[in-house]
């Protein structure tokens, strides 16, 4: 079968800087990526570029910061009241909230997300909420290793169960 909404894919890559040829990340033939094709979890222009390929099939291709983790953006630095990161004593855990360190936060809506310490002050600590991989083009290449169907369970959790997806 070859690739299509609702197949389950599984496939090993490695991404680096398309400007730089730095690699970033890569996945072994022990911990392969298995995900559901098709129901927007991934950058979109990933999915498109392997969609109708089958097992066996090895893929290379590029994709520019705009369409894929978008770019650095100073609207996403932002500086938080200290008192945020203070415990009832005014400490702030310094192990932690230090410049450089990713810290995970949430919004008001309970969204979770990290953010890195750019800056620490008495009043504030700024922090950069940009993805790490903001501004930087991507790069693939990789290998097909096995194209399944969903099954019905999956397909109802919009994700993929048993080796490499979920469970429970
Ligand atoms: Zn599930």
């Given at each position: ?14 991404l680096?800087n398309?400007k ?6 890569e996945t072994?033939s022990d911990?392969?990526m298995?995900?559901l ?17 089958k097992?066996g099939?090895?893929?290379e291709f590029?994709?520019?910061?705009e ?7 100073e609207?996403?630095?932002v500086?938080?009241?200290i008192?945020?990161?203070?415990d ?5 855990n ?6 450089g ?26 922090m950069?909420?940009?993805?790490p991989?903001?501004g930087?083009d ?7 290793l ?6 019905a369970?999956e ?13 429970h």
């Amino acid at each position: 079968m070859t690739i299509e909404v609702n197949s389950v894919v599984s496939l090993n890559y490695k991404l680096s800087n398309h400007k730089t040829g730095e690699k970033i990340e890569e996945t072994s033939s022990d911990n392969p990526m298995v995900f559901l094709y098709g129901v927007g979890s991934l950058i979109p222009e990933f999915e498109e570029n392997l969609f109708g390929k089958k097992a066996g099939d090895s893929f290379e291709f590029s994709i520019v910061s705009e369409n894929a983790y978008g770019n650095h953006s100073e609207d996403n630095i932002v500086a938080i009241p200290i008192s945020v990161f203070q415990d009832e004593t005014g400490k702030i855990n310094e192990n932690e909230i230090r410049v450089g360190a990713l810290v995970p936060m949430s919004d008001n809506e309970g969204n979770h997300m990290r953010g890195q310490v750019k800056e620490i002050t008495a009043e504030f600590v700024k922090m950069d909420f940009n993805h790490p991989l903001a501004g930087t083009d991507l790069h693939f290449i990789g290998e097909i290793l096995d194209i399944r169907q969903a099954t019905a369970d999956e397909l109802a959790h919009g994700h993929v169960h048993g080796p490499g997806g979920h469970h429970h």
